[in-house]
């Protein structure tokens, strides 16, 4: 009886064990996301919203990143995304009179906040906070700055998940075209589950 019963308890400790194992990988992965930005740098702080032809920078658009969670609800993010800038809009309430190329390289800290209030295992969105800091290129030109934002994520399967963000940036240094903006983001996430060995296939 006292060997049954030593064979349930190891038993129920293995399981509990890989279980939690299991969890602990599936709720900090690693992610990819890619997907297209929008870019309003008109200058007018939002003083014409809809104003999409002239204010808004949709050529071109791109975005890639790559993120890592940890501690289940946080994440840290780099991100990469191109435009551009095409003439006749408007660039620092000046109209553009020839065409930039735009490149901004951005590190993201991000809290999961909604994972505190509802069950993190059921709900079929995660909402969170963008904290970060980055670089901006207009032509070659640079400009610093460090960016506040909020995003959610819509659960497609497990693994894919739409994705949908607003931050506003600011600059950090003064420069003839570099500028507060904001940008829009959305797309597809896409999270690379662990393989066998516990190991994501970036080797760790």
Known sequence: ???????????????????????????????????????????????????????????????????????ENYGLQIAANFNTFKEGKLVNAMTLEEEIDFFALDLFFKYYVTN??????????????????????????????????????????RDIRFFAQAMAKFDLVESEIGSNYFQYDFGLIIRIPKRPNGRSIFGF
Do not use: C
């Open 116 to 157: 505190r209030f509802v069950d993190k295992y059921r709900s079929p969105y995660e909402g969170y906070l963008l904290l970060g800091a980055g670089r901006s290129s207009y032509d070659g030109e640079f400009s610093e700055n460090v960016n506040f934002g909020i995003g959610l994520t819509l659960f497609i399967t």
């Open 1 to 71: 009886m006292k060997g049954k019963l030593t064979i349930i308890l190891l038993f129920i400790f293995y399981f509990h064990t890989s279980y939690s194992q299991v969890i602990e990988n599936a709720n900090n992965p690693w992610i990819i996301s890619f997907g297209l930005s929008a870019v309003e740098d008109s200058g007018t702080k939002l003083g014409q919203p809809f104003e999409f032809k002239q204010n808004y920078h949709f050529t071109n658009p791109f975005l890639f990143s790559v993120e890592k969670r940890f501690w």
